[in-house]
């Protein structure tokens, strides 16, 4: 079993950062994949980014490459997106997400994910 708490979201002006946070923790040793998706209200969840394992590999939604980056500290158990230039279209709840895989991939699928945090809210005003 995998709990995730997200923190760091807030009210932010358009082209300001946020920098969200993951901490996971684990009832098992384990390999976990981890991804950021959101919800804006009255859409479907996206993804946003994703990280593999060991860091190495990484995927990005179109619509936030070159200002969002996730990074990740497996010995404190920790994932990261740090968010620049934000856009009022940012505006959502920023899910954080554990995928049980072996390989050292990175997934963008919902489906990919066994387990999720509870959501930050994050607002971006125009």
């Known amino acids: 079993q995998v709990q995730l708490a997200e923190s760091g979201g807030g009210l932010v002006q358009a082209g300001g950062s946020l920098r969200l946070s993951c901490a996971a923790s684990?009832?098992?040793?384990?390999?976990?994949?981890m991804g950021w998706f959101r919800q804006a209200p009255g859409k479907e969840r996206e993804f946003v980014v994703a990280?593999?394992?060991?860091?190495?590999?990484?995927r990005y939604a179109d619509s936030v490459k070159g200002r969002f980056t996730i990074s990740r500290d497996n010995a404190a158990n920790m994932v990261y997106l740090q968010m620049n230039s934000l856009k009022p279209e940012d505006t959502a709840v920023y899910y954080c997400?554990?995928?049980?895989?072996?390989?050292?991939?990175?997934?963008?699928?919902?489906?990919?994910?066994?387990?999720w945090g509870q959501g930050t809210q994050v607002t971006v005003s125009s």
């Open positions: 997400a554990a995928a049980v895989k072996s390989d050292y991939r990175a997934y963008e699928t919902i489906k990919d994910y066994n387990y």
């Open positions: 684990r009832s098992r040793p384990g390999r976990y994949a």
């Open positions: 990280i593999s394992w060991s860091g190495g590999s990484t």
